[in-house]
């Protein structure tokens, strides 16, 4: 049986602006075809086992020809595949998306059209200009600026001028004089507004306004960056009273984000309601010991009422352990003993199992935790620690100078380094380096540093959420930042921090 094909839009470039559809097939996709244009976020939702296929132009890159292209997706689709075609803005806007389907509808090939947010629309409301607007103008035009074969436009310059609405070219910005030239010639006013929109919704969002009389001149004198729009019209003024992107306290930063890859969402989600634009790079992985024995026994003991105590480091040694307990038992085992956890992060993880803790310490370390929980301690009390293979000795030291208590230190898990299978690390690091990295462990900058080989570190901001984290960072040069407490809130308020004197360092 034959495969199917989605044609599907990523938007352009906010991962934000990627389409609930969209996501779910490329879920569910076994093959993922994808242009230089998809942004980076978008390209870390695609799902560990597809097969990834790079088909855009990207410097230096080798690249596939358009009907190689288009064979690849029929290829694929007759092996029985779900194949993602994922293009940038919206497939079928200078996409080439009708090319792609042809070769698919001439071999039966079932297909579907996931339509994405095109870089037309959504880049002039990223910089406060609505593209039609009542007082201003009664349509809006896309254009490309892209010369044909024979290298001539085909554009109707007089039309254009005469419809007296907005004008929006893609693929313009090397045309950028021929095209102001053909409308002044045409009979358009010098004065109209007109901006350039570089690398809109991205960190690297940057709007050049001048007249259409002026414009070149404006840009003679800068490097312009691509992917950018240029639009010609009335409306292209209201950005002076609508821009709103650049007010965000976060906008312009491009964070680099560390964590176990389950755990990645909920910190990008934070930093892009802040305006800042995530790369996320799941630099380790939580993966369950082989031997269960010393866990299972544990697990037994717990139902047997033998533990007074049991402690929780981190979120992903919640989740595992419950795996473990339904495994063998349930909830029950827990109704005995009381719980500790070192901060917020594990305190939430217990709540979706409808748990609370019964302690959490002052400050959100594993020292500390040791201290505090050891006072309240009893003589006899055993203490069960169900976590990290490597976990931070200082837990267990400082419980173990309470006299006459047992401490069960037991491993449930195993910290594995991962490179995501996607971004080319290095690739990304060389051609566009972001500006802040957050890790949220020691071994998330291990996990970094090791997927990176070979890099500079020392050129990494890294904000980090407490100091046996900051201490890892520094270890490799990286000038550090360290959250004021170990909660998610204080690590996006010390990114905010970060960001603010690197901008002001640049200035
Ligand atoms: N199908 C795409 C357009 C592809 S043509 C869409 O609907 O957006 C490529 C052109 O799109 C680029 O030359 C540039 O003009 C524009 N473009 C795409 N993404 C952009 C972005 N983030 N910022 C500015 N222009 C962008």
Request: overall charge negative.
């Amino acid at each position: 049986m034959s495969g199917k094909v989605w044609l599907v839009g990523a938007g352009p470039g906010d991962a934000g602006l990627f389409t609930l559809k969209g996501k779910e097939v490329l879920e569910n996709a076994d093959v993922v075809v994808y242009d230089a244009l998809v942004g980076a976020g978008i390209l870390s939702m695609i799902p560990e086992k597809a097969e990834l296929i790079f088909a855009g132009k990207r410097s230096g890159n080798h690249y596939l020809k358009q009907e190689d292209t288009n064979r690849v997706l029929l290829e694929e689709a007759q092996k029985g595949k779900n194949v993602v075609r994922l293009k940038g803005g919206d497939p079928f806007l200078f996409g080439r998306g009708g090319e792609e389907l042809e070769l698919l509808a001439e071999n039966d090939i079932p297909f579907e059209i996931v339509p994405g947010i095109t870089s037309a629309f959504a880049v002039p409301a990223y910089n406060g200009i609505p593209v039609t607007h009542r007082d201003f103008c009664s349509s809006v035009h896309v254009i490309t600026g892209h010369k044909r074969g024979n290298n001539t436009y085909d554009i109707d310059f007089k039309a254009l001028v005469d419809t007296k609405g907005t004008l929006v070219f893609l693929m313009g910005i090397a045309a950028l004089p021929d095209l102001t030239k053909g409308l002044l010639d045409a009979g358009m006013d010098p004065d109209m507004p007109t901006a350039i929109l570089e690398r809109g919704t991205t960190a690297d969002q940057h709007r050049i306004t001048g007249t259409l009389g002026t414009i070149v001149d404006i840009c003679s004198r800068t490097t312009v960056l691509t992917p950018a729009i240029i639009v010609v019209g009335k409306v292209v003024k209201l950005n002076e009273e609508f821009a709103w992107f650049e007010k965000q306290p976060l906008a312009g930063v491009k964070v680099c984000v560390t964590r176990p890859k389950e755990l990645i969402s909920t910190m990008s989600s934070l930093l892009r309601k802040e305006g800042a634009e995530v790369l996320e790079m799941p630099a380790i992985a939580v993966k369950p010991v082989e031997d269960k024995a010393p866990v299972e026994a544990a697990i037994e003991d717990l139902s047997a009422g033998k533990y007074q105590w049991i402690v929780f480091t981190s979120p992903s040694g919640v989740r595992i352990f419950m795996d473990e307990l339904f495994a063998k038992a349930d909830i029950r085992a827990l109704a005995s003993v009381r719980i500790a956890s070192i901060g917020k992060g594990s305190e939430k993880a217990l709540n979706g199992y409808g748990l609370k803790s019964d302690f959490i310490p002052s400050v959100y370390d594993g020292e500390t935790l040791g201290k505090e929980l050891a006072e309240k301690l009893e003589e006899g009390d055993k203490v069960l620690i169900p976590r990290a293979a490597i976990g931070n000795p200082q837990l267990v030291e400082e419980l173990k100078k309470k006299e006459n208590v047992t401490v069960d230190d037991i491993a449930t898990y195993d910290t594995v380094y991962e490179t995501s299978h996607v971004l080319d690390e290095h690739a990304a690091m060389d051609s566009d380096p972001f500006d802040l990295a957050v890790f949220t462990s020691a071994s998330t900058v291990k996990g970094f540093t090791e997927s990176l080989k070979g890099m500079d570190f020392t050129k990494v901001n890294a904000v980090c959420i407490g100091k046996q984290t900051q201490a890892a960072a520094e270890q490799y040069g990286m000038k550090t930042w360290t959250a004021s407490k170990a909660t998610l809130k204080d690590l996006v308020e010390c990114v905010r921090i970060a960001a603010k004197e690197l901008k002001e360092e640049r200035e």
